[in-house]
């Protein structure tokens, strides 16, 4: 079993994409969940911290943590450290207080500590509902949970944001939101994502990075130019991170094509990820339904799996298309603007 420390406020959005690398996510705790069991592609989540081998759970306070620590199989060779956490500042638990006194149970247990380079990394997370104004219903218990760290996720997003691409226009999506969507699409090695709105590649970056095959297209030439300069700079060029971390990115194609009549075989995606034109920055607001319409019957017709993006709720469209919603998220991205994110199989 496995502890997931996630990341934002959203916690059903972050376990549904802890969901594509890891198996049985269940909710624990404000900003935790367990997972029966874990992949190495959550080192490429997004709303994922890192995930933890669950040493145990109890109360969120130090004595507790102490004793389950005290009582635990600990089956570990060489130095250790410990990191305690308040999630969300939610329980005013003392960190280094807590760290001193877990370090101080794993020394009377015969462990050294180095601070610096341990072989070993203990976690003590602390959260409680109670404490947390964004709290959800299925927000779970008050507890300490206890782990060792076992997967950490690449936190490399800032140096990927849209106005440093060669490539840039307003409102494109950032690169943690961007890469969220496609992993929940389903991006990994040897799948193909298709983007049939592919602006300014946002999207096709992220499912490229994480290994996937990226195909994208777009009605604008300006946009397949553009995306184009984008992709050859990140996937195959200078722009591309640290290739330790990243499996060999995706081949990937564009192609000019409105997204209602695509120009791809039946079936010949494993997913569909795209974001909608929005009504408010739009000068096609009538066009709309037509347009998204068309495109999620596409969407069905190449692959099995899609992710919509929109500023507004389209589930009816998804339906009449022949999908079926298996969730949908609202994510505030500010006051006048919530992005409605379609799951749909």
Request: charged share 25%; with cysteine.
């Amino acid at each position: 079993m496995y502890v997931l420390e996630l990341g934002g406020q959203d916690d059903p959005f972050a376990r549904r994409e802890a969901a594509s690398a890891a198996s049985g996510v269940s909710p624990l705790a404000p900003g935790l969940a367990t997972a029966r069991g874990v992949t190495d592609r959550v080192r490429h989540l997004a709303y994922t911290h890192r995930a933890c081998e669950l040493v145990g759970t109890g109360e969120p306070d130090i004595a507790s943590a102490a004793a389950v620590l005290d009582a635990a199989t600990l089956a570990r060779e060489g130095t250790v450290a410990v990191r305690a956490v308040d999630v969300r500042a939610s329980t005013r638990v003392d960190s280094q207080r807590a760290e001193r006194e877990l370090g101080g149970v794993l020394t009377d247990r015969g462990f050294a500590v180095d601070l610096d380079d341990p072989d070993h990394t203990l976690y003590a997370y602390f959260s409680d509902p109670a404490g947390d104004d964004e709290t959800g219903d299925d927000a779970g218990e008050p507890c300490c949970a206890l782990g060792w760290a076992a997967v950490e996720s690449r936190r490399d997003f800032g140096g990927r944001q849209p106005t440093e691409r060669p490539f840039f226009q307003p409102g494109s999506m950032a690169p943690l939101e961007a890469r969220a969507l496609v992993n929940i699409a389903g991006a990994r090695p040897d799948a193909t994502v298709v983007d049939p709105m592919c602006g300014t590649g946002g999207l096709l970056l992220e499912a490229g990075l994480v290994g996937a095959r990226a195909v994208g297209g777009d009605a604008q030439e300006k946009m397949v130019r553009g995306t184009r300069r984008n992709l050859g700079h990140v996937l195959d060029g200078d722009g591309h991170p640290d290739p330790a971390v990243y499996p060999e990115p995706g081949d990937w194609d564009l192609f000019r094509a409105d997204a209602a009549r695509l120009p791809l075989a039946d079936g010949v995606a494993d997913a569909v990820v795209f974001d909608a034109p929005y009504g408010r920055q739009s000068r096609i607001e009538g066009e709309l339904d037509p347009l998204v319409s068309g495109a999620l019957a596409e969407s069905r017709r190449i692959a099995p799996r899609c992710v919509l993006v929109a500023d507004r709720d389209w589930r009816h469209l998804a339906r009449e298309a022949g999908w079926t919603v298996a969730q949908l998220f609202e994510r505030r991205v500010h006051r006048s603007l919530v992005r409605h994110v379609h799951v749909l199989k």
